[in-house]
């Protein structure tokens, strides 16, 4: 059921004096409580003995909109299923399940507004939540009396309430970081929720692990598919240890907590080398890691894996093929230049091609490339890197990316002396690369003469193939947003479910939409005029330039994502180009 709107919601103690379930006295005595102990208004009236709990969830049940199961008549208590969740999700957070229905699980839950339980619990039970508010003290005499009232936690759990850590038997530094965390390994605590945490990230799909400490407890998040998930809130209590091992891990200072450092873990799991890119930044409750999940598969899915449409991916396999010239990938933080450039190499590594690369930092290993790890504090920066490398006779040259004119103009050098140069930019789009560049310093004419290509990226969500279905009535608002008309989407455009396979998402994988701007001697001229990018646009566009809105367009149509994914990069799009209009 749909919650009502924050601004029609009535307040708690107006719906308990209408059903005449406290006086007003009753009420003002519990509002003097709320204000000095800081407790909820429910809380206050139940500990005077205004009310019941079920009196308060009641309440709640109709300021929020949602159904209420008061759990005291047997119809009320059949519709529970207690094998649809985890014994631990349900002692630990006082839940009852009732059943799973298309993707959607019943819930009986006791606080309508613990937004973060809901979302964790979502990850857990790996669906989508139809939540029904009960009593606290009905859920737990129910749970007690089928699963006893004991505090032991399931093993499905990532922490137990009885792990001791207050004796630091983690922090041991004889302990390899490179054993195989699916062994028996270190037997402290500690190092077991360290390696659960890893494992099952991994097997979950998850690209980054994050561990952040908050006021009162330590929150980790899994980001799956590009969208950050919450896993568990750990005990405060546990923070130092688990630090400290996190660290001890991935090779750096466990002493230091007030400068950013950064390491990395190598470690075995399912038979598979991974490794693990790992930051530590300082925040105000603490330390703030995240360990960067590196599959050496992820970027040897090949070519036609990262979505390209055989138009693009025809011109890409010309590009990448030409002697020289500079072939630029752009797009923010995450959206997969890096794999689309190593699938290049991957299709180009061969025996009669000497690669090159200068990279900050090293993330993926290849055999047969020259790999350079960028090492600022002893002077070795991409400008040395790069300028040692031509002198080697490359074939290809890769640089991680560009970020400054001095770089750039090496760049463009290598280009114009017969390398081939791949690298990357942070740009919105592909002909925003040349106006960056020529921002940077560097002379129009050299830009406009030594690039071959831009294109732009993005990634979005892939539709589960197992539950994802027609829809049959999209929403008309997200079609003009992603420039379909409803006569063009009848029958094509397909909506996310959910399902088990997906763990509720409705979505599962990801591939990208493209930008492909090749330069021609219009842009060129162009460029070297210093035209306004909304010009070079649509005449990059008038050329044959497909935009990302575009290419969105044929995946929606395609049925391989939906109109909201796409929606997300197409209201970007739309804004970015009525602001250079409007320039």
């Known amino acids: 059921m749909a919650r009502k709107s924050s601004k029609t919601r009535r ?95 019943r819930l009986l839950v006791h606080d309508p507004m613990d937004l973060e339980l809901l979302d964790l619990l979502r990850f857990r039970l790996k669906a989508e939540l139809d939540t029904v508010l009960a009593p606290r003290s009905a859920l737990k005499a129910f749970i007690d009396e089928q699963l006893g009232s004991g ?82 809130n750990l005990p405060k209590r546990m923070q130092p240890a688990l630090l400290a091992r996190l660290k001890l891990m991935a090779g750096v200072n466990i002493a230091e907590k007030r400068i950013p450092q950064d390491g990395r873990i190598k470690l075995e799991i399912d038979e598979a080398m991974v490794d693990f890119r790992v930051s530590c930044c300082p925040a105000y409750y603490g330390e703030s890691v995240v360990l960067r ?125 017969g390398h081939l140069v791949f690298s990357t930019l942070h740009t919105n789009d592909a002909p925003s690369a040349l106006t960056r560049l020529v921002d940077m310093g560097v002379k129009p004419y050299l830009a406009a003469s030594s690039i071959q290509a831009v294109m732009a990226q993005r990634l979005i969500r892939v539709l589960c193939p197992k539950c994802s279905e027609v829809d049959t009535e999209p929403d008309p608002k997200v079609l003009r947003l992603v420039d379909i008309d409803p006569s063009e989407a009848e029958g094509k455009v397909h909506r996310a479910v959910g399902c088990s396979a997906c763990g509720g998402l409705g979505y599962k994988g990801r591939k990208a939409i493209f930008e492909f701007m090749q330069m021609s001697t219009e842009l060129r001229e162009m460029a070297f005029a210093r035209a306004p990018v909304s010009e070079m646009r649509q005449a990059a566009i008038r050329a044959g330039m497909r ?37």
């Open 293 to 417: 999940v590196l599959r050496p598969d992820s970027v040897r899915i090949g070519l036609t894996n990262l979505g390209f449409e055989q138009d693009h991916l025809d011109t890409f396999n010309r590009i990448i093929r030409r002697p020289n010239g500079i072939f630029l990938v752009t797009g923010p933080t995450g959206s997969g230049k890096t794999t689309t450039l190593y699938s290049a190499l991957d299709v180009l590594n061969r025996p009669d091609r000497k690669i090159i690369t200068a990279e900050d930092p090293v993330e993926y290993s290849f055999a047969g490339i020259n790999q350079c790890q960028v090492r600022d504090s002893i002077g070795l920066t991409f400008p040395a890197i790069l300028r040692s490398m031509l002198r080697q006779a490359p074939n290809i040259v890769l640089i991680g990316e560009i970020r400054d004119r001095e770089v750039a103009d090496i760049a463009i050098q290598a280009a114009l002396t």
């Open 151 to 232: 505090q032991a936690v399931a093993a499905e759990s990532l922490v137990t309430e009885s792990i001791d850590v207050s004796v630091d038997r983690s922090v041991d530094r004889s302990v390899d970081a490179s054993v195989d965390i699916g062994g028996g390994g270190d037997d402290a605590p500690i190092v077991k929720l360290v390696n659960k945490l890893i494992v099952e990230a991994v097997r979950g799909r998850a690209s980054d692990i994050h561990v952040e400490p908050m006021d009162d407890r330590v929150v980790v998040r899994y980001r799956i598919d590009g969208v950050c998930h919450v896993r568990d």
């Open 547 to 583: 935009t990302l809105l575009g290419d969105g367009k044929l995946k929606i149509l395609g049925g391989v994502t939906s109109t909201e994914e796409i929606a997300r990069f197409a209201q970007a799009d739309t804004m970015l180009a009525s602001n250079m209009d409007s320039e």
């Open 11 to 105: 307040k708690l103690g107006e719906i308990l004096l209408e059903a005449d379930v406290i006086t007003e006295e009753e009420l003002d005595a519990g509002l003097t409580l709320v204000k000095g102990s800081g407790k909820r208004l429910g809380e206050c009236l139940i500990e005077s003995g205004a009310c019941s709990d079920t009196d308060v969830s009641r309440a709640l049940a109709e300021q929020f909109g949602m159904e209420f199961n008061a759990l005291s008549s047997s119809d009320e208590l059949a519709e529970i299923d207690l094998e649809a969740a985890p014994k631990d999700l349900v002692r630990k957070h006082l839940i009852l399940p009732c059943g799973m229905s298309s993707g959607r699980m």
